[in-house]
């Protein structure tokens, strides 16, 4: 019966088709996919459009087109990316849970995330051996099979053995060390530098002759590979990716594939591949090669919210004493607080031209400080805003000049604690031991020569100080007399009116030098006397009026047997003796010792040391001029400076001092200071005392604990 | 007698006690011609581990360098991150014997010029010192090799060389009285040091790995930093340019002055 025969064989081949066609097995998906990915299906001639998620299948056929690529997942462990134009075929051996690629055409990358011996071995066109590494290349050009680990890795051959009774699939354990041409034949191994690998590598032999020897030998032991070594400190600075997912563990069976697509992209091997994963937002492509630079990524833009640097500093301050008792109307709490939230950013407009910006929120429980009505859009007012924005300017900048306009910190001088020259820059001394430094209009030039600056700075509006309200424990104006205190402002455009200042500073014979020279309103005012007469009854009005004065200044900053060395003088001169006429001094010095404070279980202690000095040319002369502005000037006969105690690299102490002998007055201040990579803690012990001539000794109630806490986000 | 005892008097010692084909300062010198580049450009991250807490930090900083001459360079360095010192910096021109520095704090907005000696304080709390970063310093130290050895799980061949100080205020300066370098024979680059104190303990080993041949010039991408049972500080290599044209504005003043490292 031959008929029923060759049926009963057709029906059994066709079930077996049908069968192997119905039960595929799947061997992975396919993770990311940019273009074109085919997928060819075994015995028919279907063909199936590939995207992110779809499976895999044993002895698939997968295509890459023209400009496309693809990510996929071979198992629970292995990633592979196809390059442009390629072509594989997977064949999954499930007995020795291995999988079998071929590479038709086109280039591959793989990376296996296990332990021990990778599961995806690799061959050119005709399979006679199979090769893998934990990370390696591979792809098929003119020159053959070219097959390229990364560098100092093991290379794995798998060569599949067939007995004459049954198929023996057996995997050689040998690990090569080395690829050397006359191992095989077939493929082309492309490594750096291959004329080293025409001759085999002859290991130096190990000879401990000596105690000496055996020494430098164990000393040099453990000097682990590059994978171990890349392993580690993978690991390291994996806490610290912004990858949103932390579960990244390789050795678990569910692999996190947005960790697999984050870890894959950084490391490039050699092969061109654009950067597929999220293709909407990453617009900058990766091609690095071997040999050369690696290049900059481009980063990639953020929102212009996330781009904004803010900090929030709150301060808390407790006062042992009540404020002096015989002002009328100050503040009388004993216990203050404080916040500030400060935004800053800076756009570039193009690598010429950039706009920098920043302000602040601020708030407090202390009276009289804040301008009631709030105008912040007043320039000049001498009270506090709520809302305050600090710098807003542009900047142009070539190689040999710069320009700068809008409202922007200027701060300049030699010294640490203090600078002669440094008046102009507006200070917000509204709590004097804890001052801000302000933004001033200016429209300035830098020109460039060498190592020399010389710049032309033009302050079209006086940025005034702002000083202690009347009503503040900190003021120096106690009065039992509510006295009103008026700003007047010059006005017009003149020399007498307009700051201008000409700066040059540069570096000669290893010192800084700084030479100045200013004219206009002096931005520390004077108090003239305004009496009016109304319907036959005198109104006296203090008036704070900015005086013209002119200065000149040298100074200079070098360092000698490891202290740093630095000094100004300043010369003033005050327009028709309506202020002081002075010349000032500062001589200092910094120096930090860390050699002996090492036994006291320091880091370093870092000194500063300076002493300004004042000499009176002519004081004040002018009639109605009430008091001049030496009010704002501190340092007339003062040893001022620091120790900080470094203890650790988070942790100092410091012990800041003014000695004024001019006016018998002390300030110390007491710190500590802990800080961590976005954060800082300092708690201050501030002690006043003097006579009422000083300041210090005006402020003497005012001695006080305060807490400060700053956090940068 | 006399003339043989004259004779082997004139022998090299390094000769007598010879495993190294070549002298130490001639690896040295070697090594210093084969991987230096007339300009650096570097994104390194920095973390650093506290060995008792295992906490750990992370930094950021770019990195300049020029080579303008016959020891004449221009250095500049900054951090990006975390923002506590985002934007500090730090200026460095040698000339010869001469060095200047400068310092860069943007809370103060001043360019503040800092005594350059102090070469053995750690920057800015990892556990390199000012005296590391600067590379190695042929003229100041004395160099011997000690013996070839396996080195890279016996993939290659190393020299072991012992450097020293040439003089005690050089080791004094400096922090170390010795150390131990691993340097690959066929490359001339630095895999291990091992730093000694002034007192001959062990102080701290360095690693560098994962090399990288950029235009001929071979630097590492990883170097861990060990200061045993201390600190670990580990830096990774993001970004790096050799060689290549940087703007010379970048080595001046004004860069920081103006606050234009800050992007």
Not at chain 1, 63 to 84: E, F, H, K
Not at chain 2, 11 to 35: D, R, T, V, W, Y
Not at chain 2, 211 to 231: G, S, T
Request: charged residues 25%; hydrophobic residues 35%.
């Amino acid at each position: 019966m031959i008929i029923p025969v060759i049926f009963l064989n057709l029906k059994k081949t066709f079930a077996q088709d049908y069968l192997r066609r119905q039960v595929r097995v799947k061997i992975g998906s396919i993770i990311e996919q940019k273009g074109t990915i085919l997928g060819l299906g075994l015995g028919d001639n279907s063909i199936q459009y590939l995207k992110r998620g779809d499976s895999l299948y044993d002895k698939q056929t997968f295509i890459t087109r023209a400009n496309s690529q693809a990510i996929i997942l071979i198992g629970y462990r292995s990633v592979i990316t196809l390059g442009s134009n390629t072509k594989i075929r997977i064949k999954d051996l499930s007995n020795s849970r291995l999988y079998l690629l071929q590479i038709f055409k086109g280039s591959i990358r793989y990376e296996y995330n296990g332990a021990g011996v990778p599961d995806v071995f690799i061959s050119g066109k005709t399979p006679s051996q199979y090769y893998s590494a934990v990370q390696f290349t591979a792809g098929l050009s003119s020159q053959g099979f070219i097959f390229n680990p990364v560098e100092d890795l093991d290379v794995y051959k798998y060569k599949r053995e067939i007995s004459k009774n049954k198929k023996n699939i057996q995997i050689s354990n040998e690990k090569i060390n080395f690829l050397t041409l006359q191992n095989n034949e077939k493929p082309v191994f492309f490594i750096k530098d291959i004329k080293s690998l025409k001759k085999p590598i002859s290991l130096p032999s190990k000879k401990t002759n000596s105690n000496t020897d055996s020494d430098i030998t164990s000393i040099f032991e453990g000097t682990s590979d590059s994978v171990t070594e890349t392993t580690d400190i993978d690991s390291i600075f994996s806490d610290f990716e912004e990858s949103s997912t932390k579960k990244n563990k390789v050795d678990s069976k569910e692999i996190n594939l947005g960790y697999l697509r984050n870890k894959f992209l950084k490391n490039n091997y050699g092969i061109k591949l654009e950067k597929i994963l999220n293709p909407k937002k990453s617009k900058s492509s990766i091609t690095p090669e071997i040999g050369k630079n690696k290049p900059f990524s481009k980063e990639q833009k953020k929102p212009f919210w996330k781009e904004i640097d803010y900090n929030l500093f709150l301060k808390s301050t407790y006062y042992g004493k009540a404020p002096r008792s015989d002002i009328g109307n100050v503040d009388p709490q004993v216990f203050h607080q404080d916040f500030r939230l400060s935004m800053a950013n800076k756009i570039l407009i193009n690598s010429s031209e950039s706009l920098a910006i920043n302000g602040w929120l601020e708030g407090s429980n202390r009276k009289s400080v804040y301008d009631e009505d709030n105008n912040f859009l007043d320039l000049q007012s001498s009270q506090r805003n709520y809302l305050y924005l600090n710098e807003l300017y542009y900047t142009y900048s070539t190689q040999k000049f710069d320009i700068q306009f809008g409202k922007k910190i200027i701060k300049f001088g030699k010294g640490i604690a203090y600078s002669p020259s440094d008046a102009l820059s507006a200070i917000d001394a509204t709590v004097p031991t804890s001052p801000v430094y302000l933004g001033s209009f200016i429209i300035s030039l830098d020109t460039y020569f060498d190592d020399w600056t010389f710049s032309t700075i033009f302050f079209p509006l006086i940025t005034p100080n702002k000083s202690p309200t009347q009503n503040s424990r900190w003021s120096t104006l106690y009065s039992d007399i509510n006295f009103e205190l008026e700003q007047e402002f010059p006005t017009g455009i003149s020399p007498k009116s307009k700051q201008i200042l000409l700066k040059l500073e540069g570096t000669k014979y290893g010192t800084d030098w700084l030479f100045t020279f200013f004219n206009g309103p002096n931005s520390n005012p004077v108090v003239r006397n305004d009496i009016t007469v109304t319907n036959n009854i005198p109104k006296f009005t203090l008036v704070q009026e900015h005086i013209p004065i002119t200065f000149l200044s040298i100074g200079f900053s070098t360092t000698y047997g490891g202290f740093e060395i630095h000094g100004e003088l300043l010369n003033q001169n005050a327009e028709d003796g309506k202020d002081d006429s002075f010349t000032a001094l500062m001589i200092g010095t910094r120096k930090v010792i860390d050699t002996w404070p090492r036994h006291l279980g320091l880091n370093s202690i870092d000194i500063v040391v300076e002493h300004g000095r004042e000499y009176l040319r002519s004081a004040q002369s002018q009639p109605f001029y009430a008091l001049s502005s030496i009010g704002s000037r501190f340092y007339q006969n003062s040893w001022v400076g620091t120790f900080i105690f470094n203890v650790t690299n988070k942790f100092s102490l410091n012990y800041d001092y003014h000695f004024d002998f001019k006016n018998d007055g002390v300030a110390n201040i007491f710190g500590m200071n802990y800080s961590s990579s976005d954060t800082q803690w300092r708690f201050k012990i501030e002690n006043y005392s003097g006579s009422q001539n000083s300041n210090f000794g005006v402020w003497t109630n005012n001695d006080n604990m305060s807490l400060e806490y700053l956090i940068n986000f | 007698m006399k003339i043989l005892a004259i004779l082997i008097s004139f022998i090299p010692l390094n000769f007598i006690h010879a495993a190294c084909e070549k002298s130490g300062l001639e690896i040295m010198k070697a090594q210093e011609k084969k991987q230096s580049a007339n300009s650096e450009e570097e994104t390194q991250d920095i973390v650093i581990l506290d060995m008792k807490s295992k906490k750990k930090e992370k930094r950021t900083l770019k990195r300049y360098l020029i080579k303008e001459g016959e020891k004449k360079s221009k250095g500049l360095l900054f951090f990006n991150d975390p923002t506590t010192i985002k934007g500090a910096g730090l200026l460095n021109w040698k000339n010869l014997d001469e060095e200047d520095q400068w310092l860069y704090i943007p809370e103060i907005k001043k360019l503040t010029r800092i005594v350059g000696g102090n070469k053995k304080n750690y920057f800015m709390g990892t556990d390199f010192t000012y005296a590391d970063l600067e590379g190695e310093d042929i003229d100041n130290n004395n160099y011997k090799c000690l013996k070839e050895i396996a080195c890279q799980n016996g993939k290659s061949s190393c020299f072991a060389i012992e450097a020293k100080p040439k003089t005690e205020e050089r080791a004094r300066n400096i922090g170390y009285m010795k150390r131990l370098l691993l340097i690959d024979k066929k490359n001339l680059y630095t895999l291990k040091i091992v730093f000694y104190n002034l007192k001959g303990k062990k102080l701290k080993t360095a690693r560098y790995s994962n090399w990288k041949q950029v235009d001929n010039v071979w630097r590492p991408d990883f170097a861990k930093m060990e200061r045993h049972n201390v600190q670990t500080t580990f830096i990774k290599i993001k970004s790096r340019k050799l060689n290549s044209k940087i703007n010379e504005i970048v080595f001046a003043k004004r860069y920081l002055q103006k606050e234009m490292h800050i992007k």
